[in-house]
């Protein structure tokens, strides 16, 4: 018995381990993206004080690209301190519940990436949405993760090598773009261990994700899912060759 109890304990302790140096990897990308977010979080409560609107993307988004060109010891630029315009329409956006939402592909990044950001985000008091589709039945989003979606700050979408092969990730991402659009959200793209081009072009496994969804889909809703993909890829965002 001590020889298995003493043999459970070495395994415990090397998946222990493992997860650490797992973890630790991360590091940089999770610095990068708490930099983006805090600044991101802060112009939005200036904003919303002082004149009571949604946020305007622009400024955190010039300032975050910026970080991402330069090296990670670099100083992060100070955002614009220009205001952003007035919204086109004239109904208050929705109450926001959560400062992120974040769009993923489980079977990717659950038990790595997402699950130690999502952690990351809680442990320095960044209030995070994180839905998991393992358990997705039908073809229709919940009422409650789009109420998420409406009511988040910002959007963070990590797009992995299977992430176009979810239609529950694909209809996020489109009421994440119609939520930036009419509510000013912020979204940040992260390119997870896929190039940003193979997203946009819907190349290798986007490509076979979307020749099975044309076999089920009409038309217009995979044209949809395509238009989402272009747009977000043109958004500034992270991108996993920064950190090799």
């Given at each position: 018995?001590?020889?298995?109890?003493?043999?459970?304990?070495?395994?415990?302790?090397?998946?222990?381990?493992?997860?650490?140096?797992?973890?630790?990897?991360?590091?940089?990308?999770?610095?990068?993206?708490?930099?983006?977010?805090?600044?991101?979080?802060?112009?939005?409560?200036?904003?919303?004080?002082?004149?009571?609107?949604?946020?305007?993307?622009?400024?955190?988004?010039?300032?975050?690209?910026?970080?991402?060109?330069?090296?990670?010891?670099?100083?992060?630029?100070?955002?614009?301190?220009?205001?952003?315009?007035?919204?086109?329409?004239?109904?208050?956006?929705?109450?926001?519940?959560?400062?992120?939402?974040?769009?993923?592909?489980?079977?990717?990044?659950?038990?790595?990436?997402?699950?130690?950001?999502?952690?990351?985000?809680?442990?320095?008091?960044?209030?995070?949405?994180?839905?998991?589709?393992?358990?997705?039945?039908?073809?229709?989003?919940?009422?409650?993760?789009?109420?998420?979606?409406?009511?988040?700050?910002?959007?963070v979408v990590?797009?992995?090598?299977?992430?176009?092969?979810?239609?529950?990730?694909?209809?996020?991402?489109?009421?994440?773009?119609?939520?930036?659009?009419?509510?000013?959200?912020?979204?940040?793209?992260?390119?997870?261990?896929?190039?940003?081009?193979?997203?946009?072009?819907?190349?290798?496994?986007y490509a076979?994700?979307?020749?099975?969804?044309?076999?089920?889909?009409?038309?217009?809703?995979?044209?949809?899912?395509?238009?989402?993909?272009?747009?977000?890829?043109?958004?500034?965002?992270?991108?996993?060759?920064?950190?090799?």
């Amino acid at each position: 018995m001590a020889v298995v109890s003493s043999s459970l304990s070495l395994t415990v302790v090397r998946h222990g381990s493992r997860i650490a140096d797992r973890k630790h990897s991360f590091v940089a990308w999770f610095r990068l993206l708490l930099l983006f977010l805090r600044e991101a979080l802060a112009s939005i409560e200036l904003v919303l004080v002082n004149m009571g609107s949604p946020f305007s993307s622009s400024s955190s988004s010039s300032s975050f690209s910026s970080a991402v060109r330069a090296s990670s010891s670099s100083p992060p630029l100070p955002p614009s301190s220009s205001s952003p315009p007035p919204p086109s329409s004239s109904s208050p956006p929705p109450r926001e519940k959560y400062d992120v939402f974040i769009s993923f592909r489980g079977e990717n990044t659950r038990e790595g990436f997402t699950s130690f950001l999502y952690e990351e985000l809680r442990h320095n008091q960044i209030q995070a949405y994180m839905d998991d589709h393992e358990f997705e039945t039908g073809d229709e989003i919940s009422p409650t993760l789009m109420n998420a979606i409406e009511s988040s700050k910002i959007s963070v979408v990590i797009f992995s090598e299977d992430y176009a092969s979810s239609t529950w990730c694909l209809k996020e991402l489109v009421k994440i773009l119609e939520c930036k659009k009419s509510n000013r959200q912020i979204v940040l793209p992260v390119f997870y261990k896929i190039d940003a081009f193979n997203v946009r072009q819907q190349t290798e496994s986007y490509a076979i994700a979307f020749a099975k969804h044309e076999k089920h889909f009409n038309h217009k809703t995979v044209n949809q899912w395509r238009e989402a993909l272009v747009d977000a890829t043109h958004l500034n965002g992270l991108d996993s060759r920064h950190f090799r």
